[in-house]
C-alpha cells in the first residue's frame, strides 16, 4: 500500500494550494482518509477527516472555513484545497489512511510566508 501526497509548496498569506494524495495498494473507497500537519517543534494533529460511507467531513478549529478536504474514489484520490493560508499554517502535511489497516503518506511541506 502506498500514499504520495504533491501539491506543497511556497504561498504568500492569503493564498491558496491544493494538495492531493493517490493511494494505491488498498480498496480506497473503504477507507476513512484524513489530512494531518507537523509543525516544526510541534507534534502531528488533525487537520481534516473524509469518511469512507458517508463522505461527512470533519476540520479542525483552526482551519474550519478555509480548508475543504474531498474524494474521488473512482481516482483513489484524496484532496485538502487550502485557502486564505496564514503563516502558522505552515507545516508538513500528511495522507492518512484508516480501516482495516493505517496508513501514511511520506508529506509534502506547505510554507507561508512573504
Known amino acids: 500500500a502506498q500514499l504520495v501526497e504533491s501539491g506543497g509548496g511556497l504561498v504568500q498569506p492569503g493564498g491558496s494550494l491544493r494538495l492531493s494524495c493517490a493511494a494505491s495498494?488498498?480498496?480506497?473507497?473503504?477507507?476513512?482518509m484524513s489530512w494531518y500537519r507537523q509543525a516544526p517543534g510541534k507534534e502531528r494533529e488533525l487537520v481534516a477527516i473524509?469518511?469512507?460511507?458517508?463522505?461527512?467531513?470533519n476540520y479542525a478549529d483552526s482551519v474550519k472555513g478555509r480548508f475543504t478536504i474531498s474524494r474521488d474514489n473512482a481516482k483513489n484520490t484524496v484532496y485538502l484545497q487550502m485557502n486564505n493560508l496564514k503563516p502558522e499554517d505552515t507545516a508538513v502535511y500528511y495522507c492518512?489512511?484508516?480501516?482495516?489497516?493505517?496508513?501514511w503518506g511520506q508529506g509534502t511541506q506547505v510554507t507561508v510566508s512573504s
Open positions: 492518512n489512511a484508516r480501516f482495516v489497516r493505517e496508513y
Open positions: 495498494g488498498f480498496t480506497f473507497s473503504n477507507y476513512h
Open positions: 473524509i469518511r469512507s460511507a458517508s463522505g461527512g467531513t
